[in-house]
């Protein structure tokens, strides 16, 4: 890892996950989960504050990032349900729970940067429970192919700078292809928001 992962990328990526049109994206989903929780990419902790505690067994924050987890923690420390909160340091791809032992998944702006994707989802349905459900929101592909165009050519300069964050990635096309089924799902263009780093989905999913 070089310095600039190390010290630049955490509080970079701290604050543009916590804008307020992105705070306003995760307290649509963050709230309906319940059960035993798995958070893929917990980062800073941005959406502890938005869980339901009441509906909550267990949270399994997973999180890469040391340098994410540290804050991850300070994060958890000012709730009053932090010994629920089990960290997971390790990437998504290799989650380490039992088959069949979540409720909920959460995914809000993480799949972008996931290097294997495919392989990390085929872990959540690994964990998640018969009848258990997804809850994400993501940015990505553009419909318009203008602001596509532009995804495209900014790219990969984009990934270095922002932790590896893509701006092509279709999130409602890799659930489905992971063997998930879409049940509520919405899109829009995120206000006050470059239109490259805008277009969201948000919404819930199923195993097929």
Known sequence: MGLWDKFVVPPLISCACATK???KQREKVVPLATG?????GCGSGTNFGFYDASKLEKLYALE???EMIERARKAASELGWAERI???????ENVPLPDDSVDTVVITFVLCTIPDWAGSLAEVRRVLKP???VLFSEHGLAPDQGVAKWQRRVERFWKPLAGGCHLTRDAKAMLTDAGFVMDDVHTMYLPSTPKIAGYVSWG?????
């Open 36 to 40: 035993n929780v798995l958070e893929l």
């Open 131 to 133: 009848g258990g459900k």
């Open 21 to 23: 049109p992105i705070m």
């Open 86 to 92: 089990e960290f997971l340091e390790t990437g998504a």
């Open 64 to 66: 890469p990032s040391p």
């Open 204 to 208: 819930q999913a199923r195993a097929a």
